[in-house]
């Protein structure tokens, strides 16, 4: 019988998955972006994250304790961004 969490770990790619959406809504390269888990405190690049696209749109998740850090849903007209579990997503000036 197959583990529920296998299933999981077959659906989840890393950070460079979601680099096409986010090119397209930050107009810029965002995987070596510095970000901070809201819920434990780790640090790392966007590029390090669980992303997860099975559901409708993208779910990053802290690689530390698996926390939603980051959804982007797309629908015809708009694009929703939430980062509610993310401290800072720290972004270049161009």
Same mark, same amino acid.
């Given at each position: 019988? @197959?583990?529920?969490?296998?299933?999981?770990?077959?659906?989840? !790619?890393?950070?460079?998955?979601? %680099?096409?959406? $986010?090119?397209?809504?930050?107009?810029?390269?965002?995987?070596?972006?510095?970000?901070?888990? @809201?819920?434990?405190?780790?640090?790392?690049?966007?590029?390090? !994250?669980?992303?997860?696209?099975? %559901?409708?749109? $993208?779910?990053?998740?802290?690689?530390?304790?698996?926390?939603?850090?980051?959804?982007?849903?797309?629908?015809?007209?708009?694009?929703?961004?939430?980062?509610?579990?993310?401290?800072?997503?720290?972004?270049?000036?161009?």
């Amino acid at each position: 019988m @197959e583990e529920p969490m296998d299933r999981v770990h077959e659906n989840m !790619l890393d950070g460079n998955a979601a %680099a096409g959406i $986010l090119d397209e809504i930050f107009g810029g390269e965002m995987t070596a972006s510095p970000t901070e888990c @809201e819920h434990c405190g780790r640090e790392g690049e966007l590029g390090s !994250l669980l992303t997860f696209t099975q %559901a409708p749109g $993208l779910v990053l998740r802290c690689p530390a304790c698996s926390e939603v850090m980051l959804r982007v849903v797309q629908t015809p007209d708009y694009t929703y961004l939430d980062v509610r579990g993310a401290v800072y997503l720290r972004l270049a000036r161009r």
